[in-house]
């Protein structure tokens, strides 16, 4: 007797690893695979380092906004690099922090194009990062980066 109702001849029944389910008559796009890590911002100006991040905080400059702080530094010679800071005493818990970083890092990735070279940011998010409409949010990021002076001309 099958512990299952219905599953007598599963036992035996041979198994198929190589061809795909139907789709079910839905269409499938069939278009050339798009690499998503074309559309990061580099590693090369991420701010990664412990060293970096203290270095921003002691010398750079402090710019508030109302969702966000954003702190900069002039580094001639060296390419734009960005970071993102969400700390659990100002934004909350694991979760919330990485919301808070995600959503800064898709608004800034999208103007990463028109950012100038030489300069530093580390962007700070506060506890209003999590629920404030995307649009404002996307607005007071671009407030700060304008008086930062980081963004050049847009590009149609």
Same mark, same amino acid.
């Given at each position: ?26 269409? /499938? =796009?069939?278009?050339?695979? @798009?690499?998503?890590?074309?559309? %990061?911002?580099?590693?090369?100006? +991420? $701010? &990664? ?24 530094l002039a580094v ?8 993102? /800071? =969400?700390?659990?005493?100002? @934004?909350?818990?694991a979760v919330r %922090?990485?919301?808070?970083?995600? +959503? $800064? &890092? ?51």
């Amino acid at each position: 007797m099958s512990p299952i109702p219905g599953s007598a001849g599963l036992r035996d029944a041979p198994i198929s690893f190589g061809a795909a389910p139907p789709h079910r008559g839905r269409a /499938v =796009a069939a278009g050339p695979a @798009v690499s998503a890590g074309r559309e %990061r911002i580099p590693p090369d100006q +991420r $701010l &990664r380092r412990a060293s970096e991040f203290l270095r921003l905080r002691s010398e750079g400059r402090p710019i508030r906004g109302a969702h966000c702080l954003v702190v900069t530094l002039a580094v001639p010679g060296e390419p734009a690099k960005v970071g993102f /800071v =969400a700390s659990r005493k100002s @934004v909350g818990g694991a979760v919330r %922090r990485n919301r808070a970083r995600r +959503r $800064l &890092r898709e608004i800034v990735r999208r103007r990463w194009a028109r950012v100038s070279a030489g300069l530093w940011m580390m962007f700070v998010a506060h506890r209003s990062t999590l629920t404030a409409p995307h649009r404002e949010l996307e607005a007071d990021v671009e407030r700060l980066l304008t008086r930062a002076g980081a963004l050049g001309p847009a590009t149609p």
